[in-house]
């Protein structure tokens, strides 16, 4: 019921920093665990981070900690993506997505996703 659209994404040069939203519609994100992952041509779906209900809880894939860090906005119905010092490896589809069981990593656990941002980081 919930749809989400992904923004900000981008050409940057590696070190830069950049930040994606995810708004959604249809109903409040207050509701809802949220999550990022990241997808590039001829690999599977990656974990980036979620976020729960509450925002007491955080976790981030092995290849970011450190890096991103994952906020939310419920007054807004928005996620963010706060990326810094991006590597070229980090070009990919940014996908926002929704859970009403918990947070986590899996992606069998989201029930609603958007349609993806693209960010590519070159010199």
């Known amino acids: 019921q919930v749809q989400l659209v992904e923004s900000g994404g981008g050409l940057v040069q590696p070190g830069d920093s950049l930040t994606l939203s995810c708004t959604a519609s249809?109903?409040?994100?207050?509701?809802?665990?949220m999550g990022w992952f990241r997808q590039t041509p001829g690999k599977e779906r990656e974990f980036v981070a979620t976020?729960?209900?509450?925002?007491?809880?955080?976790n981030y894939g092995d290849s970011v900690k450190g890096r991103f860090t994952i906020s939310r906005d419920n007054a807004k119905n928005t996620v963010y993506l706060q990326m810094n010092s991006l590597k070229p490896e980090d070009t990919a589809v940014y996908y926002c997505?929704?859970?009403?069981?918990?947070?986590?990593?899996?992606?069998?656990?989201?029930?609603?996703w958007g349609q993806g941002t693209q960010v590519t980081v070159s010199s």
């Open positions: 976020i729960s209900k509450d925002t007491t809880n955080t």
């Open positions: 997505a929704a859970t009403t069981s918990g947070w986590g990593t899996r992606i069998a656990s989201y029930d609603y």
């Open positions: 249809g109903d409040t994100i207050s509701g809802y665990a």
